[in-house]
């Protein structure tokens, strides 16, 4: 193995180290790496940056435009309304809401899916006394099973589709992956609905221990008149650095002023809302001039001036590793956390001062339009109102779903290459005026296309060193007694776990080679064997932070880290078992 091969092989093992331990985000890691493989002269520059000129990032943003007019326009309520009715069991209910979600997902980006549906399951779920737990990461399995029916379903058949053109043979057509796809999303969709409801617990959500014990962490308190803290500010009656509790905003004569800065005026008859703990509140007590409110705090929950949104935290979030504070949440996006929830608990410590994690669900008071600020944006993977009616479908949502049927029959009858429908459906839906210029641009998820394009370079680098070469031959040595399914077995094996440390695009982009390399070895097609490391990429369920969707639903269904290895494990063996058979 020569030198080229070697500082490729430490430079991928010194990313995968970083990314599985989240020290850095994926995007820097991964453009860190190919930059490092670029000045040290194991890629040219045209091979570095060959992912930037390849079709799949561009289709990736494509879709997320897509998704973004199906999500804005409500064009996904039928399948809600498909979901959330109709009579018999448990399982009957959760094939009503899984088989039209993977179908869904075969065509549309995952996580608006799941973004749409989850708060509406939640609610629903909570109506009839029945837990969320029961429902969510369910959901989440199965857009992501059916996201592998389709080159289109997820950014990591993408991927794969992209190294295909990279080493100069055709990309993926829309429907060459549903051969396997599809019978391995049925299968795992059929154990879901089976295994479901033995092995998932029920587990009590962020969004109904917020509503049940909501006084918990909520007070209201009132400024006398003429008293102490009339006409002072707030930091100079001592209200900002509070022992386990914090103002969150101030209501005045029906206006509400919030997030509260440290020099606003205090008068007489404010109506001043806290969070904190029920047992850390001796310091309002002992505050001269202020008198517990008398209503409610909840009583406004749902007022025209305020209102609560849950908002989940992702892996590549700027929030991630930061407390409140060090973040200035307050200030950067005007809203107050009023309870943080972690692997099925509420956080039990004073807000400010908690180091924020991936997967954390941050209970929000802000101003309505805090969603639309903010729901397009890498800060949060989910941002739920609580409390409301679901969105209807617009006058807008038939034109959305006929751009994306054009796309499908364009793309899948060969008229068209994916890259040119998805783009001129993208054109279409700001030409219509469905969306704005500018909500087309935010609903572009930027680190993803980014990971895509530098994943590309990434594989292009494993290939070109001899590393491919060296590592396919080791598999081919290991399972080469097994015959071609043992070789299938260890690469699709390999995958799999790498996924579950790493993201599955960067999963995909690794493997590949090492698979192409090793299915020429062993005289199979390199196309089915390629097929195979885009399904397993996606095959993540046993963490909650191995795959976007899974992270979305975490809190929501108030789920401990454990949860997912209980449905996941059998789930994950049983799509192994289905892949190998389809070859």
Do not use: C
């Amino acid at each position: 193995m020569g030198w080229q091969a070697w500082l490729t092989l430490a430079t991928i093992v010194a990313a995968l180290f970083v990314m599985a331990r989240d020290l850095v985000s994926p995007v820097v890691t991964i453009l860190g790496a190919l930059l490092l493989l670029l000045v040290l002269g194991v890629l040219e520059p045209a091979e570095a940056l060959a992912g930037f000129a390849n079709p799949a990032p561009f289709t990736v943003a494509a879709l997320y435009v897509l998704a973004r007019a199906v999500d804005k326009t409500g064009a996904l309520q039928p399948l809600v309304a498909i979901a959330l009715t109709g009579r018999g069991g448990r399982r009957s209910a959760l094939l009503r809401l899984l088989v039209p979600s993977a179908a869904a997902s075969a065509f549309l980006n995952n996580t608006t899916i799941v973004a749409m549906l989850a708060p509406q399951i939640a609610t629903w779920s909570e109506r009839r006394g029945i837990s969320p737990s029961r429902f969510l990461m369910p959901l989440s399995f199965a857009v992501i099973l059916g996201g592998v029916v389709t080159t289109i379903g997820t950014s990591t058949n993408l991927v794969v589709s992209g190294l295909l053109e990279a080493r100069g043979l055709p990309p993926f057509a829309l429907f060459e992956m549903t051969r396997i796809g599809l019978p391995v999303a049925a299968i795992g969709i059929a154990a879901i609905a089976l295994l479901a409801p033995w092995l998932l617990p029920d587990r009590r959500s962020a969004r109904s221990e917020a509503r049940t014990g909501s006084k918990e962490f909520l007070v209201g308190m009132v400024v006398i008149a003429g008293g102490p803290l009339d006409g002072r500010s707030v930091a100079a009656g001592g209200l900002r650095h509070l022992q386990g509790v914090f103002l969150v905003e101030i209501e005045r004569e029906g206006e509400v002023i919030a997030p509260v800065a440290p020099d606003a005026i205090l008068r007489g008859g404010d109506r001043l809302r806290f969070a904190g703990r029920a047992d850390l509140v001796v310091d309002l007590q002992r505050t001269r001039g202020l008198v517990s409110a008398e209503a409610p705090f909840l009583d406004g929950l749902d007022s025209p001036g305020h209102t609560f949104f849950e908002a989940v935290i992702g892996e590549g979030s700027p929030l991630a590793g930061k407390t409140l504070r060090e973040a200035r949440f307050r200030g950067r996006y005007q809203a107050a956390v009023v309870a943080i929830h972690r692997a099925g608990q509420r956080v039990q410590a004073k807000l400010g001062e908690v180091f924020l994690a991936p997967g954390d669900s941050l209970l929000l008071l802000a101003d309505p339009g805090f969603h639309d600020r903010w729901r397009d944006r890498g800060d949060f993977l989910l941002v739920a109102h609580h409390g409301g009616d679901p969105p209807a479908a617009t006058r807008k949502a038939p034109l959305v779903a006929a751009i994306g049927l054009a796309v499908v029959v364009a793309a899948g009858g060969g008229w068209l290459p994916i890259l040119e429908a998805s783009l001129i459906a993208a054109a279409a839906l700001v030409a219509l005026r469905v969306l704005t210029p500018g909500e087309a641009r935010d609903s572009v998820q930027l680190d993803v296309v980014l990971v895509v394009a530098a994943s590309l370079g990434l594989g292009v680098a494993i290939e070109r060193s001899g590393l491919a070469d060296v590592l396919a031959d080791t598999v081919v040595f290991a399972f080469d007694g097994y015959g071609r399914l043992g070789v299938l077995l260890g690469v699709v094996v390999g995958t799999m776990v790498l996924t579950e440390l790493i993201t599955n695009n960067a999963a995909a982009a690794v493997v590949f080679p090492i698979a192409f390399s090793a299915a020429e070895r062993v005289g199979a097609d390199p196309r089915t064997f390629v097929i195979a490391v885009a399904i397993a990429a996606s095959a993540s369920f046993l963490t909650p932070i191995g795959y976007q969707t899974n992270t979305m639903v975490y809190a929501a269904g108030g789920y401990r880290f454990g949860d997912y290895a209980r449905l996941g494990a059998p789930l994950t063996v049983l799509v192994l078992m289905a892949l190998l058979l389809e070859f």
